[in-house]
């Protein structure tokens, strides 16, 4: 359910648990609130459902099956199919619909104050009063670039990966790309076959054997998980920071067109100057260089340490009990920051939350969290887990 409430709307809502942030995360969350009996309300920036999704390359997919995709109770269309990156948008759309997830949208949280009684939530659109707040706000509106002398100098055009969408404004230019990941690998591979690419990396790219996929590195990643809670030492897995030989770099490779150089020095007006002093002139740089927890509006809890993440225990602030932080990455839960890997997260999460509100409680004017129970199905997924209906 997507209610747009902002509407000028001044009003101070109280409920018990407000999520900021409505992509994957953030809907994980709500799924869990749902079956409690907790009020709730879920704020997202965003004009539409989808999270970062909406805003991926138009070629993207996803590097692991549907089937290893899936949110909390309801299985990603698809089987063994890799999403693209609308199918991921649609499938988020749905969900949310499907549990009637009261999700407002667009809402933007400016920051969270503490109270003696509770977290005040200030947006865009009017205060939330809440006696939890749970923060799924992502990485995507915390673009990273590294920082080169003279950047700023440089007069081509810079694009982060943030914000490529397809390579035809690209074609037929000098384009500089940075960065050792999977966008990087991905976007050089479509970029290559257009323009003229030179491909800067940190370390010579660690590419994954052909065979090793999504679904490879997530069953790699869940025996991790068990082999630590069961106490024993854990096998070392393969990375997941190495690059997924997916289609289009497989091709890609085999054209000879994943050669990578070390770093430039500096930047000039019209490229950049080499360690051996040569330069070389670029039209345009795109920065495949990562993102940061977007925390922004948790500054004034005093939680946000200087490395821009928060400490947590689980998934709460230590420093301010009443919040807790979901799918930024493996420092909130194992995998979080994937599809299949935030709903363990998003489940301990509200039972925390239960446990810590007393799931007698209500506030009376945020959405019910016990309204609406018969749509899940008990659905068993890989990464050794399940997510059955309470
Ligand atoms: C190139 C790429 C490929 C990937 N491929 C895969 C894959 O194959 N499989 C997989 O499982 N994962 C993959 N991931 C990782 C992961 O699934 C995504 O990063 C995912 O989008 C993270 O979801 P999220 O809900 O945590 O954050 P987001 O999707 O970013 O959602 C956060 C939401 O919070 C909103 N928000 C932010 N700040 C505020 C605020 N102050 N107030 C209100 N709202 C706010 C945002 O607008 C957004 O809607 C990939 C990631 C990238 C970048």
């Given at each position: 359910?997507?209610?747009?409430?902002?509407?000028?709307?001044?009003?101070?809502?109280?409920?018990?648990?407000?999520?900021?942030?409505?992509?994957?995360?953030?809907?994980?969350?709500?799924?869990?609130?749902?079956?409690?009996?907790?009020?709730?309300?879920?704020?997202?920036?965003?004009?539409?459902?989808?999270?970062?999704?909406?805003?991926?390359?138009?070629?993207?997919?996803?590097?692991?099956?549907?089937?290893?995709?899936?949110?909390?109770g309801w299985p990603m269309p698809?089987?063994?199919?890799?999403?693209?990156?609308?199918?991921?948008?649609?499938?988020?759309?749905?969900?949310?619909?499907?549990?009637?997830?009261?999700?407002?949208?667009?809402?933007?949280?400016?920051?969270?104050?503490?109270?003696?009684?509770?977290?005040?939530?200030?947006?865009?659109?009017?205060?939330?009063?809440?006696?939890?707040?749970?923060?799924?706000?992502?990485?995507?509106?915390?673009?990273?670039?590294?920082?080169?002398?003279?950047?700023?100098?440089?007069?081509?055009?810079?694009?982060?990966?943030?914000?490529?969408?397809?390579?035809?404004?690209?074609?037929?230019?000098?384009?500089?790309?940075?960065?050792?990941?999977?966008?990087?690998?991905?976007?050089?591979?479509?970029?290559?076959?257009?323009?003229?690419?030179?491909?800067?990396?940190?370390?010579?790219?660690?590419?994954?054997?052909?065979?090793?996929?999504?679904?490879?590195?997530?069953?790699?990643?869940?025996?991790?998980?068990?082999?630590?809670?069961?106490?024993?030492?854990?096998?070392?897995?393969?990375?997941?920071?190495?690059?997924?030989?997916?289609?289009?770099?497989?091709?890609?490779?085999?054209?000879?067109?994943?050669?990578?150089?070390?770093?430039?020095?500096?930047?000039?007006?019209?490229?950049?100057?080499?360690?051996?002093?040569?330069?070389?002139?670029?039209?345009?740089?795109?920065?495949?260089?990562?993102?940061?927890?977007?925390?922004?509006?948790?500054?004034?809890?005093?939680?946000?340490?200087?490395?821009?993440?928060?400490?947590?225990?689980?998934?709460?602030?230590?420093?301010?009990?009443?919040?807790?932080?979901?799918?930024?990455?493996?420092?909130?839960?194992?995998?979080?920051?994937?599809?299949?890997?935030?709903?363990?997260?998003?489940?301990?999460?509200?039972?925390?939350?239960?446990?810590?509100?007393?799931?007698?409680?209500?506030?009376?004017?945020?959405?019910?969290?016990?309204?609406?129970?018969?749509?899940?199905?008990?659905?068993?997924?890989?990464?050794?887990?399940?997510?059955?209906d309470p």
């Amino acid at each position: 359910m997507s209610n747009g409430s902002n509407g000028g709307q001044r009003a101070e809502r109280v409920c018990d648990v407000v999520v900021i942030g409505g992509g994957q995360a953030g809907l994980a969350v709500g799924y869990y609130l749902r079956r409690s009996k907790l009020s709730f309300g879920v704020l997202d920036a965003q004009v539409a459902p989808g999270g970062a999704w909406r805003h991926g390359w138009e070629s993207l997919r996803l590097f692991s099956p549907a089937r290893f995709s899936s949110l909390p109770g309801w299985p990603m269309p698809g089987g063994e199919e890799y999403p693209t990156r609308d199918e991921v948008v649609a499938y988020l759309a749905q969900y949310e619909r499907r549990y009637e997830l009261p999700v407002h949208r667009p809402v933007r949280v400016r920051e969270v104050q503490p109270h003696a009684e509770a977290l005040e939530v200030r947006t865009d659109g009017g205060s939330w009063r809440a006696r939890a707040v749970v923060s799924a706000t992502g990485t995507w509106e915390h673009l990273f670039i590294p920082a080169y002398p003279g950047r700023e100098r440089f007069g081509g055009l810079q694009l982060h990966s943030a914000l490529y969408h397809s390579p035809e404004r690209l074609a037929g230019k000098r384009v500089l790309v940075v960065g050792g990941g999977n966008s990087g690998a991905q976007i050089l591979a479509e970029l290559s076959q257009v323009a003229h690419t030179t491909w800067v990396t940190l370390k010579p790219p660690s590419f994954l054997p052909d065979h090793v996929d999504g679904r490879y590195l997530f069953e790699q990643a869940s025996a991790q998980y068990a082999a630590r809670r069961d106490g024993r030492v854990p096998e070392r897995p393969v990375s997941l920071g190495d690059i997924v030989a997916v289609p289009p770099v497989r091709e890609a490779r085999q054209r000879g067109a994943l050669e990578s150089v070390r770093p430039f020095l500096c930047f000039t007006e019209r490229g950049v100057v080499w360690p051996d002093g040569s330069e070389s002139a670029f039209d345009a740089v795109v920065w495949c260089t990562g993102f940061r927890p977007a925390l922004d509006h948790l500054i004034p809890l005093g939680v946000v340490g200087n490395g821009a993440t928060v400490e947590v225990r689980g998934t709460r602030a230590v420093q301010e009990p009443r919040l807790w932080l979901v799918g930024y990455g493996d420092w909130t839960g194992f995998a979080s920051a994937t599809l299949i890997g935030v709903g363990r997260s998003a489940r301990a999460t509200v039972e925390e939350i239960v446990a810590v509100l007393g799931s007698e409680q209500g506030s009376g004017v945020g959405d019910r969290g016990s309204g609406v129970r018969g749509t899940a199905t008990s659905t068993a997924l890989p990464l050794g887990l399940t997510f059955p209906d309470p």
